[in-house]
């Protein structure tokens, strides 16, 4: 049977030290309403939908009917859209 070659593997050499960074949480000002404009939206859509399931699609805008579910499932929609930018 013959015989396998054997590797030769090159010595280890690390890599050279990193100095550690700091990254700055704060920098972004406005990152900071994307939680109170995401939960906003999730309550107004969610409200909307029991305004009109109760008032038996009198109250919202009564011109729109049904669309009216349509508004609020939109602004859950937002609300996951807005939450997409949530760090």
Do not use: H
């Not at 280890?12 to 990152?31: D, H, K, M, V, W």
């Not at 009198?58 to 939109?74: E, R």
Request: proline share 7%.
């Amino acid at each position: 049977m013959p015989k396998s070659r054997i590797r030769k593997k090159s010595d280890f050499t690390p890599p050279p030290e990193r100095t550690a960074q700091q990254i700055n949480l704060r920098s972004g000002g406005a990152r900071r309403l994307v939680a109170p404009l995401m939960l906003a939206m999730f309550l107004i859509g969610l409200a909307w939908i029991v305004v009109f399931y109760v008032t038996s699609g009198d109250m919202p805008i009564d011109s729109l009917g049904n669309w009216n579910i349509v508004v609020g499932f939109g602004f859950i929609a937002a609300g996951f859209v807005v939450s997409t930018q949530w760090k």
